[in-house]
């Protein structure tokens, strides 16, 4: 996977990048129970601070682990009647960072007991128990740390073709230590800010990876949201950094391209809308005149 820290990166922490809007409040305050607005900013802040210790990501120095990324994406909708609808759905966060967005689908609606993530370390995770208030006993949604391209933790299998019938009983996900463990099991998978921490071909791959896991029932789903392009390319804001960016249509030709291999039909949506916090991502990347924009997907089984 992409390195943790890249030149660039270890910008000075910035108090005036905290402006959660009236939705992203309300959450923070039902999910950590601080109802004062200034004790809530402390309260964030020194997590946030405490995370960018470890790791110098631009999302932590941007506070997108409190932002909704996962519930202003067209598809979310969808996504929570699928959990609330279909008896013992199960949805994956990978990539889950902090955990916020596996939290508000939770929150929304979404059973706590069919929820589990993954990410390339539980550092975050843990420290979204601490900024969450929570405990693995108050939010039991379990946590699978590991590598994505790590073939012990998830190996490869072929998409299962659409099927109105389940491939047996899926695992309690209590008991689950690899992602391998759920191959054709999953309802929804979710990716925020995941896709584009790889190269084209990667990209590919791990798409093949996710469609693996998924159910074959029609409704089936994956959708996310990365750094994107008007035209397939690279998106180089300073030297050293290069992101690789799917366009719309070449992000649907892909999908497509994967399931059209069991001869299964899928519903791709995808669209670009100019990212929060400018070219610049907020100051990370200053003087950068190549615009960034994020790449709002999903992908349904037909």
């Given amino acids: 996977m992409s390195e943790t820290h890249r030149p660039g990166w270890a910008k000075p922490l910035d108090e005036s990048l905290y402006a959660p809007d009236e939705e992203e409040k309300a959450f923070m305050k039902a999910t ?34 409190m932002r909704l990324k996962i519930a202003r994406l067209p598809a979310y909708p969808q996504f929570i009647q699928l959990g609330k609808e279909r008896k013992g759905a199960l949805f994956l966060d990978m990539g889950c960072c902090f955990g916020n967005d596996v939290r508000k689908a939770v929150l929304d609606g979404w059973p706590v007991e069919g929820a ?9 995770w843990d420290l979204g128990h601490e900024l969450f208030r929570s405990t693995p006993e108050t939010f039991p949604v379990p946590f699978l740390e590991g590598d994505i ?30 992602l391998s463990e759920l191959h054709g099991h999953l309802s929804a998978v ?31 789903m994956l ?28 992000w649907r030709e892909m999908w497509e391209g994967v399931f059209a291999e069991v001869g299964a039909r899928v519903e791709v949506r995808a669209r670009l809308q100019k990212a929060p916090g400018g070219d610049s991502m907020f100051g990370t990347y200053p003087g950068n005149t190549d615009p960034y924009h994020v790449l709002e997907w999903s992908v349904t089984r037909l």
């Fill in 223 to 250: 959708f996310g949201v990365q750094g994107g392009r008007a035209e397939k390319g690279l998106w180089c804001p300073a030297e050293g950094t290069r992101m690789n960016c799917h366009s719309p249509e070449s």
């Fill in 190 to 220: 979710f990716t925020g800010a995941f896709f584009h921490l790889f190269k084209f071909d990667q990209q590919l791959h791990v798409a093949r990876l996710l469609v693996g896991l998924l159910s074959p029932l029609p409704g089936s």
């Fill in 116 to 124: 589990i993530a993954s990410d390339l370390s539980k550092n975050l």
């Fill in 149 to 178: 391209l790590d073939t012990s933790f998830l190996s490869p299998a072929p998409p299962l073709p659409t099927s109105t019938t389940a491939p047996g009983p899926a695992p309690q996900l209590s008991s689950v230590r690899t």
């Fill in 32 to 65: 950590t129970g601080i109802q004062d607005d200034e004790e809530l900013k402390r309260h964030i802040i020194a997590a946030q601070t405490k995370a960018f210790g470890l790791y110098k990501y631009p999302c932590i120095r941007m506070f997108e682990f």
